[in-house]
Every structure is written in structure tokens, then in C-alpha cells.
């Protein structure tokens, strides 16, 4: 009984009290950061509705998504960004010579779209876009289709480009997509925002995508929109943000408005995302972290004339490095002398603080260890939580050591290099 009472008062102080803590903190920082900003575009277009000056917030516009309607097109997945594309072509040597397709994650005019009927540019009565339909995307500002062919994605070499094409909205056969409403039969009409598309080419048969890798200097960093053949690529959702469409009769966005545990959720994953795909900046010093135990190289942290540059003490730093080699030797002498029966136990106070020493390695390795696995830009200063824990390993380390060298000598010789060694 007394285990079972221990066992419960430890998962409420420990687990159910900090978790409410942190639900509850989250809730003030979602309800009082509630305008909008620069990085508006990496949430879900629901998301932004909630956001004071968003041009979503308090929006009203078509429920429903009809033929010659401007729209944006953002991907599904989260932190996902815009269909984009600008006058710019992609480069000698990249696919075909035409203009740039990319997502885009910040708003902009270069993210309007007019969706149109395959073969037509006149729409003299209001239709609705239905699930299967073949359609056109002509790109608003530069009047070119989204467009697709069997030429090499620029990053993603396995999937097809995907390009702007045509003059005038006029172009050609692979200027047509199939448009799918997801989970949805056919026939059923495409809505905004609550409608998960995918768009599949008509003649190449895959599907309209974002990798989520970043592109070159010459698309000015955005991310990669290419059309992979395996339609059931779950980067290929895409939904309709903005609807302009003067004939059809407006409805406010707030009925989309998410729950707190959605945007809670939503906002996480986001944080996740974007830590993991942090890029260095040109000429950046980075490191890996191999070379952040042995103080290999530190790190600046100016731009300016006169520079700070950061760097580990090294006496500190090596001390740290060579206690932890000697620390696995001792253990594993102890662990085997135990085994033999030489050591009864561990309990004993001296040993008591091999153990200690133990979960200090331990939580050395749970703060270094993961930046082994990391794709993303990583720095000096991340090694800095795992060196709190070498730190203290040392330091309790050495006070083991002063404890338990003079017992390896006689008792003459021992008292005398006790009172010679300083004492913890």
C-alpha cells in the first residue's frame, strides 16, 4: 500500500503538476501573443485565423472554390509554405529553362493563382471546382501555368520539374492537372481552407509536391515544388487559403477557428520543425559535435570590427574529457571486482558516489548524444548543457579519488599523504 501511495504522489508531483503547469503556460503565452508577425506563414491557414492583423482574421470570403477564383495554394503539412513563383527561370544546367516554381512561406502577391477549366479561358457562368476535374494554375502576376515534364527536379532528382509555362496563360498539355479533394469522392465540390487537395498531372501521372529542401541562391532560398510519381507522396496535400471570387456569396473564416489543443499541438510541431531545419548563413563558423568535448574550436559572436569569440577553458575542458576515460575504468574495475565478490555492494558512502557519478555520465550522454543524429546547423554553445553534467562528474570524481587513493597504501604512508593531498 505504502509503494502504491508513493508510486501515485510521484506521478501527480512529478508528471500531472508539471504538465498542467506547462498547458497552463502555454495557454497565457497563445492568449497574449495573439497578433500577427513574420512567421505567420509556417501555420496552418486555421491556425492564422486567429491572429489579430493576419488578413485572415476576421476574413470573410467564398465557402466555396469556383472557376476563375485568385487563390492561394498552401501545403498541408506542417510548416508547410505557399505555391510560389516569380519572373525568374531556373538556371543553365537545372531541368528546362523556364520559370521558377517554389513554396514560399511568408504571404505575397507572387502566391495568387487563377484556377481554371483545362481547355478554356472563359468561365461565363459561375461553376464550382469539383473533385476530378482537369484544371489550369495560371500564376496571377507573370500569367504563366504551372506546368510539369520528365526533366530532373533540381534537389529531389527522382521526381519531375515542376516549372511556369506558356505566355498569356496559353500553353500546353502539361499545363493540366487533375484536381483530387482528399477522402472525398468525385464529384464533390472544392471548398476553401477545410478541402485537402492534391493536384496529379495529367500526362505524367505524379503529383504536385514540396520536399521541404531549400533551394540555391538563385531561387533566393525558398523550397523546392516538384511532382513526385508516387501520388501517394503525404507531402502532396495542399489546401486553398485566399478565395477571391466577386460572384459568389462571402462566409466568415471563423468558423474554422481551431481549439486550444489544436493550436497547442500545432504550434509544437512547428517549433520542431523549424529547429530541425535550421540552415547556416553564409560564411557562418559552425561546428560538430565530435569537436566540442576537446574544445576544438570555439565560436563568434559578432559581425562587427571587433569581434567575441567564445571558447572553452581548456584545462577545464581536457580535465572534463580524461575523468570521464578514467570514471568507465574504475566503474567497470568495481563492477567486475563486485561480480567476484571481492565487493559485497555499492552502498557504501565512497561508492555511493560512483554511483552518483554514474547518472552524471548518464545525463552527459542524454545531452550530447542527440546532436550526433542532428541534420541541422549545430554551434559551440549546444555542448554547453552536457559540459554542466561532465562538470559535476568531475567534481565529484576527484573527490572519490581522494578518499580512496591513501586506503591503497599502509596506514603510515597514508596518513601522511592524506594530510599532504588538499581535501574536497
Same mark, same amino acid.
Given at each position: 500500500m505504502d509503494t502504491l501511495k508513493h508510486l501515485v504522489s510521484r506521478a501527480l508531483c512529478l508528471i500531472v503538476l508539471p504538465l498542467c503547469l506547462y498547458l497552463g503556460f502555454f495557454y497565457i503565452h497563445l492568449t497574449v501573443l495573439n497578433r500577427s508577425g513574420n512567421g505567420d506563414g509556417f501555420y496552418s491557414s486555421a491556425f492564422q485565423s486567429q491572429l489579430i492583423g493576419?488578413?485572415?482574421?476576421?476574413?470573410?470570403?467564398?465557402?466555396? &472554390?469556383?472557376?476563375?477564383? &485568385? &487563390?492561394?495554394? /498552401?501545403n498541408h503539412k506542417t510548416g508547410g509554405g505557399y505555391l510560389h513563383s516569380h519572373f525568374h527561370l531556373y538556371p543553365e544546367g537545372v531541368g528546362a529553362r523556364q520559370q521558377q516554381i517554389t513554396t514560399y512561406t511568408h504571404k505575397d502577391d507572387n502566391n495568387k493563382w487563377v484556377i481554371k477549366k483545362y481547355n478554356t479561358n472563359e468561365n461565363s457562368k459561375t461553376e464550382i471546382v469539383k473533385s476530378g476535374d482537369l484544371v489550369r494554375l495560371e500564376h496571377m502576376a507573370t500569367k504563366r501555368n504551372l506546368h510539369s515534364h520528365k526533366e530532373q527536379a533540381p534537389i529531389t532528382k527522382k521526381h519531375y520539374q515542376v516549372t511556369g509555362y506558356g505566355e498569356n496563360g496559353t500553353g500546353d498539355a502539361n499545363d493540366v492537372w487533375r484536381v483530387f479533394i482528399k477522402g472525398a469522392k468525385d464529384g464533390t465540390e472544392l471548398t476553401a481552407v477545410s478541402s485537402k487537395l492534391q493536384f496529379v498531372h495529367y500526362l505524367q501521372s505524379c503529383i504536385l509536391t514540396t520536399s521541404g529542401k531549400q533551394l540555391p541562391k538563385w531561387a533566393y532560398e525558398q523550397q523546392e515544388v516538384s511532382c513526385n510519381p508516387n501520388i501517394r507522396d503525404p507531402n502532396g496535400v495542399w489546401n486553398v487559403e485566399e478565395n477571391i471570387f466577386e460572384n459568389l456569396p462571402n462566409v466568415n473564416f471563423e468558423v474554422y477557428a481551431p481549439s486550444f489543443f489544436e493550436r497547442f499541438l500545432e504550434s509544437h510541431a512547428v517549433m520542431i520543425q523549424g529547429n530541425a531545419g535550421l540552415k547556416p548563413k553564409e560564411g557562418e563558423i559552425t561546428s560538430r559535435p565530435w569537436q566540442w568535448p576537446i574544445n576544438y574550436r570555439g565560436q563568434f559572436f559578432s559581425g562587427s570590427q571587433y569581434r567575441i569569440y567564445l571558447l572553452g577553458n581548456p584545462i577545464i575542458w581536457w580535465c572534463n574529457l580524461i575523468v570521464i576515460a578514467l570514471f568507465l575504468v574504475i566503474f567497470l574495475i568495481n563492477l *567486475?571486482?563486485?561480480?567476484?565478490?571481492? *565487493?559485497?555492494?555499492?552502498?557504501?558512502?565512497?561508492?555511493? /558516489?560512483? *554511483?552518483?557519478?554514474?547518472?552524471?555520465? &548518464?545525463?552527459?550522454?542524454?545531452?550530447? *548524444?542527440?546532436?550526433?543524429?542532428?541534420?541541422r546547423v549545430l554551434y559551440f554553445h549546444h555542448y554547453f548543457p552536457a559540459l554542466i553534467f561532465s562538470s559535476m562528474l568531475t567534481g565529484i570524481f576527484i573527490d572519490y579519488l581522494l578518499e580512496n587513493i591513501p586506503k591503497m597504501f599502509d596506514e603510515s604512508y597514508s596518513k601522511t599523504l592524506y594530510h599532504l593531498m588538499p581535501t574536497a
Open positions: 493576419n488578413s485572415l482574421y476576421n476574413a470573410s470570403m467564398p465557402y466555396q &472554390v469556383a472557376y476563375g477564383a &485568385v &487563390v492561394t495554394l /498552401k *567486475i571486482r563486485r561480480e567476484r565478490g571481492y *565487493i559485497e555492494s555499492f552502498s557504501d558512502p565512497h561508492r555511493q /558516489k560512483l *554511483i552518483a557519478c554514474c547518472w552524471l555520465f &548518464v545525463g552527459w550522454l542524454l545531452h550530447y *548524444i542527440p546532436f550526433w543524429g542532428m541534420g
